[in-house]
């Protein structure tokens, strides 16, 4: 099965996302700069999002890099990860415009969450499709920082229980983790 395919289709539904997530940004209602700030919430939400499904889209891209061969399960789990990244544009709306929400912000945490689990999954799955020994293992193999992102997803998702804005935070630090994608990908192919 090529794995052109599922990066064309993962790349096509990443660019409806993010086009989807930029028509939920209303613009000012009024010219004047308190109108402008009533924005502040919604764009924060925006920015925190956008960051989020490009960090994604640039690791699924270099985890592919590093694969021969998929197979069917690889597929579902792909598009597993395509479902919950579709469900960020609608929880980053609802989000910024209750910033302080406890359901909204909870939400938020839970979609980032199984974001950040069906990405692991399709990991696996690709492991599982080239085996033990293939490079997408070798690079997988002491990736501590998709275990501690899920740890920290899963916080955000309690503390929000106490602290609403908790669910936004925790994507925070988890974009601040992978802004830099996995340099073991480039290192394997040098």
Same mark, same amino acid.
């Given at each position: 099965?090529?794995?052109?395919?599922?990066?064309?289709?993962?790349?096509?539904?990443?660019?409806?996302?993010?086009?989807?997530?930029?028509?939920?940004?209303?613009?000012?209602?009024?010219?004047?700069?308190?109108?402008?700030?009533?924005?502040?919430?919604?764009?924060?939400?925006?920015?925190?999002?956008?960051?989020?499904?490009?960090?994604?889209?640039?690791?699924?891209?270099?985890?592919?890099?590093? $694969?021969?061969?998929?197979?069917?399960?690889?597929? #579902?789990?792909?598009?597993?990860?395509? &479902?919950?990244?579709? %469900? =960020?544009? @609608?929880?980053?709306?609802?989000?910024?415009?209750?910033?302080?929400?406890?359901?909204?912000?909870?939400?938020?945490?839970?979609?980032?969450?199984?974001?950040?689990?069906?990405?692991?999954?399709?990991?696996?799955?690709?492991?599982?499709?080239?085996?033990?020994?293939?490079?997408?293992? $070798?690079?997988?193999?002491?990736?501590?920082?998709? #275990?501690?992102?899920?740890?920290?997803? &899963?916080?955000?998702? %309690? =503390?929000? @229980?106490?602290?609403?804005?908790?669910?936004?935070?925790?994507?925070?630090?988890?974009?601040?983790?992978?802004?830099?994608?996995?340099?073991?990908?480039?290192?394997?192919?040098?």
């Amino acid at each position: 099965m090529s794995k052109s395919r599922v990066e064309a289709f993962t790349d096509g539904v990443i660019a409806i996302l993010i086009t989807i997530l930029v028509l939920d940004l209303r613009p000012p209602e009024g010219v004047s700069w308190s109108a402008l700030h009533q924005l502040i919430e919604p764009f924060l939400a925006y920015v925190v999002s956008f960051v989020a499904i490009a960090i994604y889209w640039n690791n699924h891209h270099h985890l592919y890099q590093t $694969v021969k061969r998929i197979d069917g399960i690889v597929l #579902w789990a792909n598009t597993a990860l395509l &479902f919950w990244l579709s %469900l =960020l544009p @609608f929880a980053t709306a609802w989000v910024g415009e209750n910033l302080t929400a406890m359901l909204p912000e909870l939400s938020y945490a839970i979609v980032s969450f199984m974001c950040g689990l069906t990405y692991n999954l399709l990991d696996r799955c690709l492991i599982h499709a080239n085996g033990q020994n293939s490079r997408v293992a $070798v690079i997988s193999q002491h990736d501590h920082k998709r #275990w501690l992102s899920l740890l920290i997803y &899963f916080i955000g998702c %309690l =503390l929000t @229980f106490v602290w609403p804005p908790a669910g936004l935070v925790a994507s925070i630090v988890v974009s601040i983790l992978w802004f830099i994608p996995n340099r073991r990908v480039e290192q394997e192919f040098r």
